[in-house]
Antibody, heavy 118, light 110 residues
Framework: QVQLQESGPGLVKPSEILSLTCAVS?????????WGWVRRPPGQGLQWIGL???????FYNPSLRSRVAISIDLSKNQFSLMLSSVTAADTAIYYC???????????WGRGTLVTVSS | QSALTQPASVSGSPGQSITISCTGT?????????VSWHQQYPGKAPKLMIF???KRPSGVSNRFSGSKSANTASLTISGLQAEDEADYYC??????????FGGGTKLTVL
């Protein structure tokens, strides 16, 4: 069974960098699929952040593109998210997920709450 | 990036059928057969219920079905049960290798 687990700081100061990692077990990410990040701000709906292919190609939400970077580490079977210049509006539960062709997310992590506050 | 349009809430009684709509454009819903639906309970991760417009992942009840007409996709839940009460999100592939979600619909089972 494919499992994903997010990790990273739960509190980030405004203007700093939010950094999260998603560890994957039960599947080797080098074998294929896309790997992505989605967030849910308090009281709002899901927002797609971006994704990376197993070969390293990245695609981002246009509204976040200038601040986002997603990378992949095949040796550790994990992928990571970096979001720069964060503000309170970036406070959210961040989920990592595996995406099949057509970008349907078939496996999700449990999510991790990141709060942006001084 | 504008979201897909879903009704904020829908409701139904046990045993009834309900339909949730998801309206986009020809750049997403109408242009590709890559619409998905996710169910999310409070405090839980989303769960994939429908992908590629109308396909069900293994283990998902056949009470859940999906369809599409022009720029609008729909999720139908038949034989409504109390356990179906949750938030439902549509998503679609959008031109230029991006993904967009709907605003979400809260389903209440009366």
């Amino acid at each position: 069974q494919v499992q994903l687990q997010e990790s990273g700081p739960g509190l980030v100061k405004p203007s700093e960098i939010l950094s999260l990692t998603c560890a994957v077990s039960g599947y080797s990410i080098s074998n294929g699929y896309y790997w992505g990040w989605v967030r849910r701000p308090p009281g709002q709906g899901l927002q797609w952040i971006g994704l990376i292919s197993h070969s390293g190609s990245t695609f981002y939400n246009p509204s976040l593109r200038s601040r986002v970077a997603i990378s992949i580490d095949l040796s550790k079977n994990q992928f990571s998210l970096m979001l720069s210049s964060v503000t309170a509006a970036d406070t959210a539960i961040y989920y990592c997920a595996r995406l099949r062709s057509g970008y349907a997310s078939d496996f999700w992590g449990r999510g991790t709450l990141v709060t942006v506050s001084s | 990036q504008s979201a897909l349009t879903q009704p904020a809430s829908v409701s139904g009684s046990p045993g009834q059928s309900i339909t949730i709509s998801c309206t986009g454009t020809s750049s997403d819903v109408g242009g590709y057969n890559y619409v998905s639906w996710h169910q999310q309970y409070p405090g839980k991760a989303p769960k994939l219920m429908i992908f590629d417009v109308s396909k069900r992942p293994s283990g998902v009840s056949n009470r859940f079905s999906g369809s599409k007409s022009a720029n609008t996709a729909s999720l139908t839940i038949s034989g409504l049960q109390a356990e179906d009460e949750a938030d439902y999100y549509c998503s679609s592939y959008r031109t230029s290798n991006t993904l967009v979600f709907g605003g979400g619909t809260k389903l209440t089972v009366l």
